[in-house]
């Protein structure tokens, strides 16, 4: 399984990006993704969730709003749109999956948010 984020950058207050994951080696259509982030000097914590299909997301309740999620399932990605980001969304950002051979999280993308 490998799981490859791209699209981190530095940015500032009130800009957007896009991140992707892009995935191989396993049946990526039939599963959940999950995006994570770790900020500093905190655990990584769950940003949101994206079903198989891709007809539904979860997004945690700081992101709400500013955040989605999305995916292609013909081109093996998912994404995580961030627009109006804040300072306090700086971090590293994970993609995982929880497949039955086990749980797999890409190297993460860093994501700055600096005036």
């Known amino acids: 399984v490998q799981l490859v984020e791209s699209g981190g950058g530095t940015v500032q207050p009130g800009e957007s990006l896009r991140l992707s994951c892009a995935a191989s080696?396993?049946?990526?259509?039939?599963?959940?993704m999950y995006w994570y982030r770790r900020r500093p000097g905190k655990d990584r914590e769950l940003v949101g969730s994206?079903?198989?299909?891709?007809?539904?997301?979860t997004l945690v309740d700081s992101v709400k709003g500013r955040f989605s999620i999305s995916r292609d399932n013909a081109r093996n990605t998912v994404f995580l749109q961030m627009d109006r980001l804040k300072a306090e969304d700086t971090a590293v950002y994970y993609c995982?999956?929880?497949?039955?051979?086990?749980?797999?999280w890409g190297r993460g993308t860093q994501v700055t948010i600096s005036s």
């Open positions: 080696e396993f049946a990526f259509s039939k599963f959940f």
């Open positions: 995982m999956c929880n497949i039955p051979s086990g749980a797999y």
């Open positions: 994206i079903s198989s299909g891709g007809d539904r997301t």
